[in-house]
């Protein structure tokens, strides 16, 4: 089984459209889950953490699902400027700080 | 603010030749990582530090040599650069959290 697995997409949906992402992950105590926007050729920046019992930041919501081990993030409303590549992460190695990263899914939202 | 940055920001070498790239953060950060993402794999760790002087290997070390004598300065070597170290490199720093913050990338092309 692949450590952090994302449908690479793309996704392509209209202005307004909700879309969902999922992640899957291969270590059932991971700790530290995370997801990650990233521009073409630019840097990968922070979304948005996510924590046990589910959290949201205006349009975006992240979930985890530890019986299943997947994580998910849900994007409502969705604008032009949302289109990118979304990053899943992982602490995969409880207790250290290295971070494993999924390929991501990339998202196209049109006028 | 400068936060965490990279230089130079590209870089084009020939094979056999040595190359440092640089990566500065002011966050006072413990931890330090180097990236490489291609095409089709995504990000993967090259090398890592937990703090000055200690460092550790990543998923792809071969060929690149670190070093980090102050907490602010991780320099990623590659003594004798091939073609296939032709790669985008993403240093990044991180608090006690897991969260990490990326600098702007090194494009890296080896003749």
């Known amino acids: 089984r692949k450590e952090v697995e994302q449908d690479p997409g793309p996704f392509n949906v209209p202005e307004g459209a909700t879309v969902a992402f999922n992640c899957t992950y291969s270590n059932s105590a991971s700790q530290s889950f995370f997801w990650y926007r990233q521009d073409c050729r630019k840097e990968p920046k922070l979304l948005m953490s996510v924590y046990s019992s589910g959290n949201e930041d205006g349009r975006f919501t992240a979930q985890l699902n530890r019986a299943s081990q997947y994580i998910s993030l849900l994007i409502r409303d969705s604008k032009l400027s949302d289109s990118a590549t979304y990053l899943c992460?992982?602490?995969?190695?409880?207790?250290?700080?290295?971070?494993?990263f999924g390929k991501g899914t990339m998202l196209l939202v049109s006028p | 603010d400068a936060g965490i940055t990279q230089s130079p920001r590209y870089k084009i070498t020939e094979t056999g030749r040595q190359v440092t790239l640089m990566c500065h953060q002011t966050?006072?950060?413990?931890?330090m990582f180097w990236y490489r993402q291609d095409l089709g794999h995504g990000l993967r760790l090259i090398y890592y530090?937990?703090?000055?002087?200690?460092?550790d290997k990543g998923e792809v070390p071969d060929g690149y040599v670190v070093s980090r004598s102050k907490t602010e300065n991780f320099p990623l070597t590659l003594e004798s650069a091939t073609r296939s170290q032709t790669s985008v490199y993403f240093c990044?720093?991180?608090?006690?959290?897991?969260?990490?913050?990326f600098g702007p990338g090194t494009r890296l092309t080896v003749l």
């Open positions: 966050w006072s950060h413990s931890y």
């Open positions: 992460v992982v602490n995969l190695n409880s207790g250290y700080s290295t971070l494993t």
């Open positions: 530090s937990a703090a000055a002087d200690i460092t």
């Open positions: 990044a720093s991180s608090d006690e959290w897991h969260t990490q913050y």
